[in-house]
């Protein structure tokens, strides 16, 4: 679980990075890097689970 | 591989820049008498030796290829372009500083800003991984985060694919960072919690069923005279950042200076309330932490806030890390016995996100400046904690970062050095009854 978390944290980062390359408009890339940071919100939930539950990647 | 913009700087400025730069060691001790001074009695050598091994193993590896990732203005850099924007990612000089002629020009302020930097940086998982973490590991592990985590992410923030965020897509003025909230403070914080997660727990610090027990620190004078001195090297930190990465005039080194201290005592005096509100009495070493989130968070928009906001900035700092020390070590079981991670991680976090806020450039409209300090935030979380983790991750692999239960029993000093801080006290070993 700790690794799907570090994953998920990477995923939201490259999609911030994603709204920046590809999209135009002020309000799609501010709600896509707001997605990208919900995204790695949720990787960090998953990441401090993990690790209160003892398990390593 | 492209040059970027060029640096002028009149005589005066440089030598101002200079005095700015020599006050930064004391940060740097600062930091390290707090780490010392939230540790147990019998790690205390230790902790001073190896505050002393970190800041020497991050001048080194600077020196070897930190500065030439980093790069500076007018050096050379890789670039990617994507969508027609150029992404300048990293530097790519020469190593051992043969580029650069150190002769007070500003790429050279610039290397010796960044080697002090770099060991303020080194000195925050210290405080995280206090009493149990090994010697070797904390040399390795520093000269992976001087030699390349801190540089390529330096590089992004000050002349690099966020610092250019303005130009390229309209977000404000790019991301802000005067003095290295992001690059220092919060990069140091994420290691340290990384640390935190790969060393575990110290033995007796949990009980079976997952309660944390009290393991005070042991002195209280140097944590709070180590807080006096980090605000002088926080004052020349914030005014050579101020002056070197924002092509200020040195003149706001006053309002730099005020905004710091505004910072660092509505940081203190919020812990103070806040901890004698909920306990009774104020905690020396909660308000101490509280000072180093204030100090962390003004780093970011020091020189472009009055002092006013300063102050709101700090009341904040103060009230987050008061209540994320809390909530990180009995709720998410991180021992973390400096308060490293919410006091300079999330301190400089919150020190970020504000500037988005409360930041104004003269002579510039602000417009989207909140979602430039989120992209960067947001590749602080998704980029520099799964690269900082996942390296000291391989490197517990190969070397153990942990030092054997016996270690931990006889105390850092014995196990590590062979002598103790003070050989007159008796060690007791009560706490390991639990676990």
Sequence with gaps: MKLLGFLLLVAGWLIVLSALALLGGAGPQAAFILAGVGVEVLGLVIVVRAHMTGEHP | MMPVRTMLMSDAASGLCLVFILLVPLAAAGLALINTGLGRSRSAAYAMFSSLCAVSVAALAYLVCGFAW?????????????????????????????????????????ALLGIVSVGLAALIPLGSGADRWKLSGICISTALLAGWTYPLFAHWVWGGWLAQLGANYGLGQGFLDTGGASTIQVVGGLTALAIAWILGARRGKYSTEGMPS??????????????????????GLNAAGAVLYQGAEPGAAVLVALNTFFCAVAGAMTAAVVTHTRFG?????????????????????????????????????GILVVFSVEWLELRLSVDDPGGAVSA????????????????????????????????????????????????????????????????????MDMHELGAGAYPELVTHGEEFSGR
């Design chain 2, 344 to 411: 300079h991680a999330i301190g400089g976090m919150w020190g970020l996100i504000s500037a988005g806020f409360l930041a104004h450039v003269p002579g510039t409209t602000d417009s989207q400046q909140w979602l430039a300090q989120l992209v960067g935030v947001a590749t602080l979380v998704g980029f520099v904690l799964p690269l900082t983790y996942g390296l000291n991750w391989l490197l517990d692999r190969f070397q153990p970062q942990r030092v054997p239960p016996q270690g931990e029993r006889e105390g």
């Design chain 2, 70 to 110: 980093q790069g500076y203005a007018g050096g050379v850099e890789h670039s990617l372009i994507l969508g027609s924007k150029h992404w300048s990612w990293i530097g790519t000089g020469p190593f051992f500083l043969r580029h650069v002629t150190l002769d007070g020009s500003p790429p050279s302020l610039v």
């Design chain 2, 214 to 235: 009290a393991i005070p620190g042991h002195n209280s004078v140097f944590v709070l005279f180590g807080c006096m001195l980090t605000l002088v090297g926080w004052w």
């Design chain 2, 281 to 317: 009495k104020p905690d020396a070493s909660l308000t101490a932490n509280g000072w180093v989130g204030g100090l962390a968070a003004s780093s970011a928009a020091c020189l472009f806030v009055r002092p006013p906001a300063a102050v709101a900035i700090g009341l904040v700092a």
